[in-house]
Every structure is written in structure tokens, then in C-alpha cells.
């Protein structure tokens, strides 16, 4: 039997199964799960969007330090995510080679897929969540006690029904409109949602022309869930996934907001363009069959100087940058 993974249903949309494990770890440990420092571990890919989100917030926050970082490798099979990338192929703190394996010593018949973003416990080994929206959201409102000094507020509450409708938004055309277009299983799937995720991103380009960020004058919730899918748009999605109205690098105002982003701590430093470009291009068989990687584009360009600034407006309200990375979790291309 074949462990390749298969995404395409043929003449069916894409349809993203977004039942989750819903637990919740909380200052009251009302699921059984009590913030406590050391006691989890975040396994989330550089190649994934959605575990990218997670590794920006925690950043952010300063949570470095009390909620450690497992990185397994680009390339998955249907069954799991791996620690490749790892000496021995193991984890050094759960001591697995699979994450399905921490699924699996919860609940032994698991019968969904293998999700990065994921929470482990690690004393006992088993997965606490892999609620991805939820996550970052938790970090920021039950995790405070232990927020570096400094950190912003991501999800300020006079503004979280904004953040929410513009995030919902996004989410439905942009984060997951990608992957709609990429895994659409007819003609029609395909250009239903590629007219919704470039009817939206035109919306954003609007929207971002005379403000500096999505929501508010400060960095919140609905730019990182943004930003992870910009990121990955020109390396990616354009082409991969048959994206290609135009380019990310061709809208003027999102490009722009893009490169203000990635330029500001805690964003860029989070993104590898290798593990990004092997995840797609290798693990996606039934798009991209040969397995070639493109080259290009040159990430460079995300370096060039974007004027943002000149909106106004302050990146992280009254606080300040996070420090650099930690040298284990430093992206050395």
C-alpha cells in the first residue's frame, strides 16, 4: 500500500476537515490542562502555514522559554509528520520518531489526520490539542503570566470582533481559498475559488492601502494568520497551486505589507523557504508528480524596503521587538 499522500478528490471541491481535538490548555487547567512552564510541546513544521502561526505568536510573546519547540521535517506520508530532521530520527524531548505516535498514546484509534500545529504533554506523551486557531488565541489570553516583558498584545479585546470577522474572512478565501484552488477536483471547483481568493485579495489591497495593519494601528491575530499564506504565495501557491492572476510581488500595497511583516522580529526569522518550497513541491505527488523543486524566486526581494512605515502606526502597541531567536531554533539559509 502506498504511503504517498492523495489531497484531490476528482470532481469534488476541497473540503478541509476542521474537527480538531478541542482541548484547551487554561490558567484553570478546566480541561485537564493547566498552564504550567515545561510542561508542553509545540510541534509545528516550517513548512505548514497554519503551525506557522503558532511559532510567530510564541515568538511574539516571549514564550520561548516555557513552552518548547519540535520541528519535524518538510516532508510527511499519510500517515504522520517525522522527525527527520532530528538526530537518530527522534525527537530529543518525546522521544518519537512520528507524531502520530503522541496521537496515538491518547487515543489509539485516532481516525483523523496528523496535524501540525500540536500540543504534546510532555510527561506523559500524549497530544493535548491540535486546535490551530485556538492555540495562538490561547496564547495570548492564558499563558500572560508568563509573556516576556514587553510583549504585545495580539488580541486586544476592545478589537477581537473585528479581528475575528476580518480573520473568518481571510481564513474561508485566502489561507484555505489556496489550498482550494490547489486541491479543487474539477474545473469549476477550481475557478469558484479562484475568483473568491482574488476577489479578497483585492479586498485586503484596499483595505491595507491607507492603514499600516489589518485591524487597529498595531500588529494583532488577523496580520499572522495573513502573513503565513503571503509568505508562502509567490514560492508556492502561484504556481503549485495554480494561483496565477498574478503575483503576491504584483500587488503593490499587499506586497508591500508583506515585506513590513516579514521584516519585523519574530515574523521572517520563522520562515524557511527550502522546507516551504520541499513540503509542496515533493509531498503533494498527485499535483506535482516529479517531485522537482523549483529554484527560485529569490528571497531577497523580501528585504527590500517596503515605506510602510510611513502609515503610521507602531508594530507592537507600547511594547517591543522579541529578542532573537534562540540559537537551536535560528533558520540558518
Not at 485556538?134 to 516576556?148: G, M, N
Not at 479562484?194 to 485579495?201: I, M, S
Request: hydrophobic share 35%; proline share 8%.
Amino acid at each position: 500500500m502506498s504511503l504517498d499522500p492523495s489531497y484531490i478528490k476528482p470532481g469534488k471541491d476541497f473540503d478541509r476537515d476542521t474537527n480538531y481535538i478541542e482541548d484547551r490548555i487554561t490558567q484553570d487547567g478546566r480541561d485537564g490542562w493547566p498552564v504550567e512552564p515545561g510542561r508542553y510541546r509545540l510541534v509545528a513544521a516550517r513548512a505548514c502555514p497554519w503551525a506557522n502561526r503558532t511559532t510567530i505568536v510564541r515568538r511574539l510573546l516571549g514564550l520561548e522559554g516555557v513552552i518548547s519547540l519540535g520541528l519535524p521535517g518538510p516532508i510527511h506520508d499519510k500517515n504522520s509528520w517525522t522527525f527527520d530532521l532530528d538526530p537518530g530520527g527522534l525527537d530529543p524531548v518525546l522521544g518519537i520518531e512520528r507524531l502520530q505516535q503522541a496521537f496515538f498514546a491518547r487515543f489509539p484509534d485516532y481516525p483523523r489526520g496528523i496535524t501540525v500545529p500540536a500540543i504534546v504533554d510532555v510527561p506523559t506523551g500524549q497530544i493535548v490539542t491540535n486546535n490551530y486557531p485556538q492555540i495562538t488565541l490561547d496564547f495570548s489570553t492564558e499563558w500572560t503570566a508568563h509573556h516576556r516583558v514587553g510583549a504585545p498584545d495580539l488580541y486586544p479585546k476592545a478589537l477581537r470582533a473585528e479581528i475575528d470577522e476580518v480573520a473568518n474572512l481571510i481564513f474561508h478565501d485566502v489561507n484555505n481559498g489556496v489550498y482550494k484552488c490547489g486541491f479543487a477536483g474539477s474545473q469549476k471547483s477550481y475557478e469558484r475559488a479562484y475568483t473568491a481568493l482574488f476577489a479578497r485579495l483585492d479586498w485586503l489591497e484596499e483595505r491595507l492601502a491607507g492603514q499600516r495593519y489589518l485591524v487597529g494601528d498595531t500588529i494583532t491575530e488577523a496580520d499572522i494568520r495573513l502573513f503565513t499564506t503571503l509568505a508562502r504565495f509567490d514560492a508556492v501557491y502561484h504556481g503549485h497551486f495554480k494561483c496565477n492572476r498574478n503575483k503576491l510581488s504584483e500587488m503593490p500595497v499587499l506586497w508591500a505589507y508583506a515585506r513590513d511583516l516579514f521584516q519585523t522580529p519574530g515574523f521572517g526569522d520563522t520562515i524557511d523557504f527550502d522546507q516551504i518550497k520541499k513540503h509542496y513541491y515533493v509531498t503533494h505527488v498527485d499535483i506535482n508528480p516529479s517531485g522537482i523543486v523549483p529554484t527560485g524566486p529569490d528571497a531577497a526581494a523580501w528585504l527590500a524596503p517596503h515605506a510602510r512605515a510611513d502609515l503610521g502606526g507602531r508594530p507592537f502597541g507600547t511594547g517591543t521587538p522579541p529578542e532573537a531567536p534562540l540559537p537551536a531554533e535560528r533558520i540558518l539559509n
